[in-house]
C-alpha cells in the first residue's frame, strides 16, 4: 500500500435506507456541484449504472453478483427510493454529472467471503455488536430510535452531515478489534481511496469529487493512511461472477428478513421520505396511524376519526418528553396501542407489521434483464398471459387441461395445458412463484390448482438455475437428469418419470422410463413396489390429456404388481415396527389394484384372504387383510364373525387380539361400526381380560381407535349403549370427554412398557 495525499474528496456519510440522508445528500450535493459522484457499491457494478434510474424502473430493486460454480453465492446491494445512494444516482443522472461506483468489485466481494469461510471468526458479528453497543448507551435502549431521533430529525443537510460523521467515527471506536471484518473494512477503504486516486488521475480535481458512502467509512477514509495498488488487488482473492439487476421488496429490506443493513420498517421510512419532501415533518405521524386505523377496519376493528386524533396528539406529547418536536416510530407507536387498542399491543401487532414493513415491490422492465434464464422467464410470463399474477398478493388458479374449442388458435385452445408445463417446471427447479395444491380434484382430471405469489426470493432462485440451463426448460431437463443419477431407489426414479410426464418433456421421460426399466433387475422391498405402483398409477389416471404415451408404464406396473403378491407372504412375518410400513405398502397396493383393471385383482384378493387367515403371520397385517376384504365385500359377516371370535379369544395372547383388531381399524371405519356384533365380541373379549391382559390390550386399542373421528366415536359409543342398556347420549359424551392430564400420562407410559416382564 502507498500513502494517500494530504487533500481529500468532499465525503458525505450516510446511514443506507435513510430519508433524511437521502434527502439531504440532494441539498448536499446542489450545493457543492461536483464533477463526478462515487457511490459507495462494487465497482463492477458501474455497467448497470444507468439501468439503475432507468427508464420504467421503480425501486425498491437490486444489483445481484452470482458466482458460476456451485454452490452458488450470492451479494446483493438493493436500493430504496429513499436510499441515499439512489438519490445520488438519480441527482447525477438529472444534472449529467458523471458517476460511479467506489468499493471492492463483486468478485472480490465474494473472493474475501469465500476466505471468511475457511477462517471462520468465531462469536458476536460485527453488525450486532455495534447495535448492542447503541442499545447499551442510547436512552432509548434502541438503536433504531436513537438514530431516528438523532439523525432523522436532523435540522438541515450540515446538522445531517455533522451528526453522521460523528455517529461514523463513534461506531469505529465501537468495533471489535483483529477481526476479519475490520480487516475487510480496511482493504475496502483503501480501495476506495484507490478509486479516489485513479479519477484524478483521469484529470478530475480532488474537490471536484463528492462521495456517498457509509458514515462509517468516512474517518477510514480521509484519516487513513494506505491506498491499495494494482498489485495488491490483483493479489485479492477473487472468483468469477455474473451481475443482474432484479425487483426487490420492502420485506428483504427490513430486518424481518435478516437482511444486515435494512431497518425495521422501511414502510415507515417512506413515509418519512415523503414527509420531507412535502415539507411537513408531522406527515409521518399522520399517515402512521391512519394506516393503522385503516388496515384496523378492514379486518373489523372500528377505529374512530377521534381516536386517530388523540393519538397524533400523545405521539407529539411522548416525542416532547424526550425534548423533541417531532415523533419517532416508537412515540408514535405508543400512542397507536394506548389510543386504538386499549393498551393492548397484540390488537395492533398485525396492524403494524403490515404498515410499518410494507408490501412494496419494485419493478425492472424486461430490457433491462441481464441473464438468458431471467429473459426466457418473463418471455413466457407475458406468452401465457401470466403478468397480472406477478405480485405479493397470493392468487389462486384452476387451470383446465382440456382442449379449449371455443377459440381459433392451439397457440389459446392449449393455454392452461402449456401453463401447467410451466409451473411443473418451476415446482421441479423450486422456484417459489408457484405452489401447486394436491388436493381431491372431484374425479376432475383435466383440473390442477395453484397458488402463485411473487417474491423477491423467486428471482434470486430464477438466478440461480442458470447453473442449470440457460432456459427455463433446459433447466429443468438438467435437474431431471441429475435426480435420475443420484437417484437410489426405484420409487425415486419412479418420482422423475413422474415429474418429466408433467413437465412435458419426452426426452426427459424417455432418460427417466430407461432407468426405470433398468432397475427392474433388481431386488424391490415391497415398500418401495408400493411407492413406485402410486407413482406411475396416478400418471395413468390423471395424464390422459398430456399428449404423451402413457400406455409404456402399463407393463412396469404388471411387473411391480406380480413382485408383491410373491413378495407378500413372506414380508408379513415380520415385527411390530416393520408391520407399520408394510401396512401403508399394502394399502397403496391396494388403491393401485381398484383402479386398474388390467391388474389381476382376484389374484390379488386370494393372496390377502391367505394372509388374513394365517396364524404364524404379523397380526395388524393379516387384521389389515381382512379389513380390506370386508371392505370390498369378498367375507360375509359369517367369516368375519368366526375371524372375530377366534382373533378375539382368550387362548390368544392379549397384545395380539388386540393388535389384529387395529389392523382390522385401519380401513373403512363405518363398514366396522355398521356390524353391532363386533362390538357384542370386542365387549366380551376386553371383559374376559385380567389386568396385565387389559394392560397389554390397552395400547393397541388405544392406537387402533385414535384415527376414529368424534362422529364415529358417537355411533360406536351409541352400538355400546345398545350392548350395556345405558343412555346412549351419556356414553357418547364419556366415550369423547377428554383424558385428564394424569390419565393421558398413564396411558402414554403404556406404549414404552416392556410387556415380556409381566
Given at each position: 500500500?502507498?500513502?494517500?495525499?494530504?487533500?481529500k474528496?468532499?465525503?458525505f456519510?450516510?446511514?443506507?435506507f435513510?430519508?433524511?440522508?437521502?434527502?439531504?445528500?440532494?441539498?448536499?450535493?446542489d450545493?457543492?456541484?461536483?464533477?463526478?459522484v462515487?457511490?459507495?457499491g462494487?465497482?463492477?457494478?458501474?455497467?448497470?449504472?444507468?439501468?439503475?434510474?432507468?427508464?420504467n424502473?421503480?425501486?425498491?430493486?437490486?444489483?445481484m453478483?452470482y458466482?458460476?460454480?456451485?454452490?452458488?453465492?450470492?451479494?446483493?446491494y438493493p436500493?430504496?427510493?429513499?436510499?441515499?445512494?439512489y438519490?445520488a444516482?438519480?441527482?447525477?443522472k438529472e444534472?449529467?454529472?458523471?458517476?460511479r461506483f467506489?468499493?471492492?468489485?463483486?468478485?472480490?466481494f465474494?473472493?474475501?467471503e469465500?476466505?471468511?469461510e475457511?477462517?471462520?471468526?468465531?462469536?458476536?458479528s460485527?453488525?450486532?455488536f455495534?447495535?448492542?453497543?447503541?442499545?447499551?448507551y442510547s436512552?432509548?435502549?434502541?438503536?433504531?430510535?436513537?438514530?431516528?431521533?438523532?439523525?432523522?430529525?436532523a435540522?438541515?443537510?450540515n446538522?445531517?452531515?455533522?451528526?453522521?460523521?460523528d455517529?461514523?467515527?463513534?461506531?469505529?471506536?465501537?468495533?471489535?478489534?483483529?477481526?476479519?471484518s475490520?480487516?475487510?473494512?480496511?482493504?475496502?477503504?483503501?480501495?476506495?481511496?484507490k478509486?479516489?486516486?485513479?479519477?484524478?488521475?483521469?484529470?478530475?480535481?480532488i474537490?471536484?469529487?463528492?462521495?456517498?458512502?457509509g458514515?462509517?467509512?468516512?474517518?477510514?477514509?480521509?484519516?487513513g493512511?494506505?491506498i491499495?495498488t494494482?498489485k495488491?488487488v490483483?493479489?485479492?482473492p477473487?472468483?468469477?461472477v455474473?451481475?443482474?439487476?432484479?425487483?426487490?421488496?420492502?420485506?428483504?429490506?427490513?430486518?424481518?428478513?435478516?437482511?444486515?443493513?435494512?431497518?425495521?420498517?422501511?414502510?415507515?421510512?417512506?413515509?418519512?421520505?415523503?414527509?420531507f419532501?412535502?415539507g411537513?415533518?408531522?406527515y409521518?405521524t399522520f399517515?402512521?396511524?391512519?394506516k393503522?386505523?385503516?388496515?384496523?377496519?378492514?379486518?373489523g376493528n372500528?377505529?374512530?376519526?377521534?381516536q386517530?386524533?388523540e393519538?397524533v396528539q400523545?405521539?407529539?406529547s411522548?416525542?416532547?418528553?424526550?425534548?423533541s418536536?417531532i415523533p419517532?416510530l416508537?412515540?408514535?407507536?405508543d400512542?397507536?396501542?394506548?389510543?386504538?387498542?386499549?393498551?393492548?399491543?397484540?390488537e395492533?401487532?398485525?396492524?403494524?407489521?403490515?404498515v410499518?414493513?410494507?408490501?412494496?415491490i419494485g419493478?425492472?422492465p424486461?430490457e433491462?434483464?441481464?441473464t438468458s434464464i431471467q429473459?426466457?422467464?418473463?418471455?413466457?410470463?407475458?406468452?401465457?398471459k401470466?403478468?397480472?399474477y406477478?405480485?405479493?398478493?397470493?392468487?389462486?388458479?384452476r387451470?383446465?387441461?382440456r382442449?379449449?374449442i371455443r377459440?381459433?388458435?392451439?397457440?389459446?385452445?392449449?393455454?392452461?395445458?402449456?401453463?401447467?408445463?410451466?409451473?411443473?417446471?418451476?415446482?421441479?427447479?423450486?422456484?417459489s412463484?408457484?405452489?401447486f395444491?394436491?388436493?381431491?380434484?372431484?374425479?376432475?382430471?383435466?383440473?390442477e390448482?395453484?397458488?402463485?405469489?411473487?417474491?423477491?426470493?423467486?428471482e434470486i432462485?430464477?438466478v440461480?438455475?442458470i447453473?442449470?440451463?440457460?432456459?427455463?426448460?433446459?433447466?429443468?431437463?438438467f435437474e431431471l437428469?441429475?435426480?435420475?443419477?443420484?437417484?437410489?431407489?426405484?420409487?425415486?426414479i419412479?418420482?422423475?418419470?413422474k415429474?418429466a410426464?408433467?413437465?412435458?418433456?419426452p426426452?426427459?421421460?424417455?432418460?427417466?422410463?430407461?432407468?426405470?426399466?433398468s432397475?427392474m433387475?433388481?431386488d424391490?422391498?415391497?415398500?418401495?413396489i408400493?411407492?413406485?405402483?402410486?407413482?406411475?398409477?396416478?400418471m395413468?389416471?390423471?395424464?390422459?390429456?398430456?399428449?404423451?404415451d402413457?400406455?409404456?408404464?402399463i407393463?412396469i406396473?404388471?411387473?411391480?404388481?406380480?413382485?408383491?403378491c410373491?413378495?407378500l407372504p413372506?414380508e408379513?412375518?415380520?415385527?411390530a415396527?416393520?408391520?407399520?410400513?408394510?401396512?401403508?405398502?399394502?394399502?397403496?397396493?391396494h388403491?393401485?389394484?381398484?383402479?386398474?383393471?388390467f391388474?389381476?385383482?382376484?389374484?390379488?384378493y386370494?393372496?390377502?384372504?391367505?394372509?388374513a387367515?394365517r396364524d404364524n403371520?404379523?397380526?395388524k397385517?393379516?387384521g389389515?387383510?381382512?379389513?380390506i376384504?370386508?371392505?370390498t365385500?369378498?367375507i360375509?359377516?359369517?367369516?368375519?364373525?368366526?375371524?372375530?371370535?377366534?382373533?378375539?379369544s382368550?387362548a390368544?395372547?392379549?397384545d395380539l387380539?388386540?393388535?389384529?383388531?387395529?389392523?382390522l381399524?385401519?380401513k373403512n371405519?363405518?363398514t366396522?361400526?355398521?356390524?353391532?356384533?363386533?362390538?357384542?365380541?370386542?365387549?366380551?373379549?376386553?371383559?374376559a381380560?385380567?389386568?396385565?391382559?387389559?394392560?397389554?390390550?390397552?395400547?393397541?386399542?388405544r392406537?387402533?381407535?385414535?384415527?376414529?373421528?368424534s362422529?364415529?366415536?358417537?355411533?360406536i359409543?351409541?352400538?355400546?349403549?345398545?350392548?350395556?342398556g345405558?343412555n346412549?347420549?351419556?356414553?357418547?359424551?364419556?366415550?369423547?370427554?377428554?383424558?385428564?392430564?394424569?390419565?393421558?400420562?398413564?396411558i402414554?407410559?403404556?406404549?414404552?412398557?416392556?410387556?415380556?416382564?409381566?
Open positions: 500500500m502507498k500513502k494517500q495525499s494530504e487533500a474528496p468532499h465525503i456519510g450516510v446511514r443506507h435513510s430519508p433524511a440522508g437521502a434527502y439531504y445528500v440532494r441539498e448536499y450535493l450545493k457543492l456541484k461536483p464533477k463526478i462515487l457511490i459507495e462494487p465497482s463492477d457494478f458501474n455497467d448497470l449504472m444507468s439501468e439503475i434510474v432507468g427508464k424502473v421503480s425501486p425498491p430493486i437490486a444489483i453478483a458466482t458460476l460454480e456451485a454452490p452458488i453465492q450470492t451479494i446483493v436500493f430504496a427510493e429513499f436510499s441515499p445512494e438519490q444516482i438519480l441527482w447525477a444534472n449529467k454529472v458523471e458517476c467506489c468499493d471492492l468489485p463483486s468478485s472480490i465474494l473472493g474475501i469465500n476466505a471468511k475457511k477462517n471462520e471468526e468465531q462469536g458476536e460485527l453488525n450486532s455495534i447495535h448492542r453497543k447503541i442499545d447499551e436512552e432509548d435502549t434502541d438503536s433504531e430510535v436513537f438514530w431516528e431521533r438523532v439523525m432523522e430529525q435540522s438541515d443537510y446538522a445531517y452531515y455533522r451528526g453522521a460523521r455517529y461514523g467515527k463513534n461506531l469505529r471506536e465501537l468495533t471489535l478489534s483483529n477481526t476479519l475490520d480487516a475487510k473494512n480496511i482493504i475496502r477503504e483503501a480501495y476506495m481511496s478509486v479516489v486516486s485513479d479519477v484524478c488521475s483521469e484529470g478530475y480535481k474537490d471536484e469529487i463528492a462521495m456517498i458512502v458514515a462509517f467509512h468516512v474517518e477510514g477514509i480521509e484519516s493512511n494506505f491499495l494494482e495488491e490483483k493479489q485479492l477473487k472468483v468469477e455474473k451481475k443482474t439487476l432484479m425487483p426487490y421488496s420492502y420485506y428483504k429490506l427490513s430486518t424481518y428478513s435478516n437482511y444486515g443493513a435494512g431497518n425495521k420498517a422501511p414502510g415507515y421510512y417512506e413515509f418519512l421520505w415523503k414527509g419532501n412535502k411537513d415533518i408531522f409521518p399517515i402512521y396511524l391512519s393503522i386505523a385503516e388496515y384496523q377496519r378492514k379486518t372500528m377505529v374512530s376519526s377521534a386517530i386524533i393519538a400523545l405521539a407529539i411522548l416525542a416532547n418528553i424526550h425534548d418536536k419517532t416508537k412515540d408514535i407507536q400512542a397507536a396501542i394506548t389510543c386504538m387498542a386499549h393498551g393492548s399491543y397484540a395492533l401487532v398485525m396492524a403494524m407489521a403490515n410499518e414493513v410494507g408490501k412494496k419493478k425492472i424486461q433491462a434483464i441481464q429473459s426466457d422467464f418473463y418471455s413466457i410470463l407475458k406468452e401465457l401470466l403478468e397480472k406477478q405480485t405479493l398478493t397470493a392468487t389462486e388458479l387451470l383446465d387441461l382442449e379449449n377459440v381459433k388458435s392451439e397457440k389459446l385452445a392449449f393455454l392452461d395445458l402449456e401453463r401447467s408445463y410451466f409451473f411443473h417446471r418451476l415446482r421441479v427447479l423450486k422456484i412463484f408457484v405452489n395444491l394436491d388436493k381431491v380434484q372431484d374425479n376432475k382430471t383435466w383440473a390448482d395453484w397458488v402463485l405469489q411473487w417474491t423477491p426470493e423467486a432462485e430464477i440461480e438455475a447453473l442449470k440451463g440457460d432456459t427455463i426448460e433446459f433447466a429443468t431437463a437428469n441429475q435426480r435420475i443419477e443420484n437417484s437410489s431407489s426405484i420409487s425415486m419412479a418420482e422423475v418419470v415429474d410426464f408433467y413437465c412435458g418433456l426426452k426427459s421421460l424417455e432418460q427417466a422410463f430407461q432407468a426405470l426399466q432397475c433387475a433388481d424391490i422391498p415391497i415398500n418401495e408400493s411407492k413406485t405402483s402410486t407413482t406411475l398409477s396416478i395413468l389416471r390423471y395424464g390422459d390429456i398430456r399428449k404423451l402413457r400406455d409404456v408404464l407393463p406396473l404388471e411387473q411391480l404388481f406380480l413382485r408383491a410373491l413378495i413372506n408379513a412375518f415380520c415385527d415396527n416393520a408391520a407399520i410400513e408394510l401396512a401403508e405398502a399394502i394399502i397403496g397396493l388403491n393401485v389394484v381398484e383402479n386398474h383393471d391388474l389381476d385383482r382376484e389374484r390379488w386370494a393372496l390377502l384372504t391367505e394372509v387367515k403371520l404379523n397380526t397385517i393379516s389389515l387383510a381382512m379389513a376384504l370386508l371392505e365385500g369378498k360375509s359377516n359369517d367369516e368375519l364373525g368366526l375371524e372375530v371370535e377366534r382373533r378375539l382368550k390368544i395372547p392379549a387380539g388386540a393388535s389384529w383388531f387395529e389392523g381399524s385401519m371405519h363405518y366396522l361400526i355398521a356390524r353391532l356384533g363386533l362390538w357384542e365380541k370386542l365387549q366380551d373379549y376386553i371383559s381380560l385380567d389386568e396385565d391382559e387389559f394392560k397389554r390390550a390397552l395400547v393397541f386399542l392406537r387402533a381407535f385414535a384415527d376414529f373421528s362422529n364415529e366415536k358417537h355411533d359409543a351409541e352400538n355400546m349403549a345398545e350392548i350395556w345405558l346412549k347420549i351419556a356414553v357418547s359424551e364419556a366415550m369423547n370427554k377428554d383424558l385428564k392430564e394424569e390419565e393421558v400420562e398413564i402414554s407410559s403404556l406404549d414404552d412398557f416392556d410387556f415380556d416382564d409381566i
